[in-house]
């Protein structure tokens, strides 16, 4: 049985919204022709997926792998799933983390080949993730994790914690969101009349300075209540960020694991907060296992410490080290890794957080992934940018 016919394939060079290049590909087959563009992280884990760039910080390079090494061994070819696909391109690239021809080549022939089976097979896209993943859509629309204030590297440090998020507690997807806008809106009024006019970080946040760890924080709780409560926060911390000589350093003010740790419990009790991404650098498993023990109804969420790595969120979860994950595709390389890393994750009894990166582009597949995968959240920035507000706007339209 055919999966799918892949007939041509064109690759090009965009912008992502950081202004710095990035790939989108063209693939057709059988009256088809579906598209796929890859985002850039700037906050990255070590052991990611290798994204390949020229000296420059270009990726003519990655164009002509598309071209010289990719394309002629997909063209005119039928094939059976879509594993079958990645696997021929994990083939090509012959190493694990695709540092050859860079994980920024293979994942949107991935994705642009998921796209293409699903229009050949006359199929939504998040019901044919659900098919290839071989899980069954929840009727539960994932939640919002809106990124609504940036520091850390999203924003040059003007604050300590890369993401500040409203994640609203409605039962349906469109309150959730109509809910995000009206905080928002809400958000950037409180900011004005302490600070004026701020700039935005990578994600669309508000970024401003700050000297006091708890100010962000106390914005964003007024804001839920001015908005009509019915939410609670997320951080993304990315401690590895500011990690250095075996300590934190935070607000100039140098921590160590345990003094961080007593700051979180501080920030929980004092906030609405339930949701706490990468508190401590990647390698540090015994600092997450304790904090995890200390707060066992709170989302401890690994990202730059799981790497959408199927392996690391097994053996993460065997430490008790983590209950949530964030999933990013290009992480891992391609479709069927990431759907993997995925079902690993709901094997051992975590919620899925489908995300954004920092430097994105117009492309939504994340909402269908999150759709198709049944996830707990999407994870997509701040609809202030346009490159966020779609994926938002794509949710919506799949729930109906």
Request: with cysteine; proline share 4%; aromatic share 6%.
């Amino acid at each position: 049985m055919t999966y799918v016919h892949i007939e041509h394939i064109t690759a090009q060079e965009i912008l992502d919204s950081r202004g710095k290049p990035t790939i989108e590909v063209e693939i057709s087959g059988g009256g088809y022709t579906a598209k796929a563009a890859v985002p850039s992280g700037k906050s990255t884990g070590v052991n990611e997926a290798v994204e390949l760039r020229d000296e420059d910080g270009g990726v003519s390079c990655v164009l002509k792998t598309i071209e010289s090494e990719i394309t002629p061994k997909l063209i005119g070819t039928e094939f059976a799933s879509q594993k079958e696909i990645d696997t021929l391109l994990r083939g090509i690239d012959g190493i694990e983390n695709f540092s050859r021809i860079g994980a920024n080549s293979a994942l949107p022939i991935s994705i642009g080949a998921l796209r293409l089976a699903a229009m050949q097979r006359g199929m939504e896209l998040s019901d044919h993730i659900a098919d290839v993943a071989g899980m069954q859509k929840s009727k539960q629309a994932p939640r919002l994790y809106v990124n609504v204030i940036n520091g850390g590297a999203h924003a040059d440090f003007r604050l300590p914690f890369q993401e500040y998020m409203i994640v609203p507690e409605h039962e349906s997807v469109h309150d959730a969101y109509a809910y995000i806008v009206k905080a928002i809106e809400i958000l950037g009024e409180l900011i004005e009349e302490r600070y004026g006019n701020v700039p935005l970080g990578d994600e669309g946040g508000y970024s401003f300075v700050s000297e006091m760890i708890e100010e962000p924080f106390e914005l964003v709780s007024l804001a839920i209540e001015k908005a009509g409560g019915n939410a609670h926060i997320a951080i993304d911390v990315a401690a590895s960020a500011f990690f250095e000589g075996g300590g934190y350093r935070v607000n100039g003010e140098r921590m160590t694991k345990k003094a961080l740790g007593g700051l979180y419990e501080k920030l929980v009790q004092a906030f609405p907060l339930k949701s706490i991404e990468d508190p401590f650098e990647e390698h540090d498993a015994e600092s997450f296992t304790a904090l995890h023990a200390a707060f066992p109804d709170i989302l401890i969420v690994g990202d730059d410490f799981t790497v959408t790595d199927p392996e690391r969120i097994a053996e993460v979860a065997k430490r008790e080290a983590a209950n949530a994950v964030i999933i990013k595709p290009n992480q891992i390389g391609t479709v069927s890794d990431t759907l993997e890393a995925i079902a690993v994750a709901h094997d051992v009894g975590w919620k899925t957080i489908i995300s954004h990166r920092s430097g994105e582009t117009l492309d939504t597949f994340i909402a269908d992934l999150a759709v198709g995968t049944g996830a707990y959240a999407m994870k997509a920035g701040s609809p202030l940018q346009d490159v966020r507000r779609v994926k938002y706007e794509r949710l919506l339209e799949i729930v109906g």
